[in-house]
């Protein structure tokens, strides 16, 4: 099984900044298959990220994903009030699994 | 605007059985579906999926023998045929869409959960 480790577990910024998650898998994720999603309370999970670096329809500039082989990463250049949310990194090969989640939230 | 929405949650005892259905505009003749599952102790964990011509099924091992998914294309509904539950099947369980992609794609579509709790 391929794990996810994202990190950190918890980012605590104010909007405006710069938000940058990360996420580590225990094996190359073949062919990039790399996706982001939004989770926030009462809401469906949302896709932000597929094949580590498009943007999913709807999503804002100003989310981007980047990397390749194990080490991912989101990035939300200047945070609005509704990114604050938990996101999820996914590898979806054959065996799909999930990261634990990072955790935006407001300083 | 709501695309996917599960029904069917609610308490179990250990040993017995649920069914959870999934429908709404997100569903469609052509798209693979599957089941994800969230809880406290496990975090997010796929659970099975489904080809979009309801042919081909795909468990995690931790559903195998237990739980079966299919996709009733005339009833425009994804269900998930829960037998056998454990403790350990507590969780919020999503339905999601996979994207078309031509290969292995991501969920693109999502419903907001219904909860399972197996508890006596």
């Known amino acids: 099984e391929n794990v996810l480790t994202q990190s950190p577990d918890t980012l605590s910024l104010s909007p405006g900044e710069r938000a940058t998650l990360s996420c580590r898998a225990s094996q190359s994720v073949s062919r990039n298959n790399l996706a982001w999603y939004q989770f926030k309370p009462g809401q469906a999970p949302r896709l932000v990220i597929y094949s580590a670096f498009n943007r999913a329809t709807g999503i804002p500039d100003r989310f981007s994903g980047s990397g390749s082989g194990t080490e991912f990463t989101l990035t939300i250049s200047r945070l609005e009030p509704e990114d604050f949310a938990v996101y999820y990194c996914q590898q979806y090969g054959n065996t799909k699994t999930f990261g634990q989640g990072t955790k935006v939230e407001i300083k | 605007e709501i695309q996917l929405a599960e029904s069917g949650g609610g308490l179990a005892q250990p040993g017995g059985s649920l069914r959870l259905s999934c429908a709404g505009p997100?569903?469609?003749?052509?798209?693979?579906m599957g089941w994800v599952r969230q809880s406290p102790g496990k975090g997010l964990e796929w659970v099975s999926s489904?080809?979009?011509?309801?042919?081909?099924?795909y468990p995690a091992d931790s559903v195998k023998g237990r739980f079966t998914i299919s996709k009733d294309n005339s009833k425009n509904t994804l269900f998930l045929q829960m037998n056998n539950l454990r403790g350990e099947d507590t969780a919020i369980y999503y339905c999601?869409?996979?994207?078309?992609?031509?290969?292995?794609?991501?969920?693109?579509?999502w419903g907001q959960g219904t909860l399972v709790t197996v508890s006596s």
């Open positions: 999601a869409r996979f994207s078309h992609c031509g290969g292995d794609c991501p969920f693109d579509s």
């Open positions: 997100g569903f469609t003749l052509s798209h693979a």
């Open positions: 489904v080809s979009a011509d309801d042919t081909r099924r």
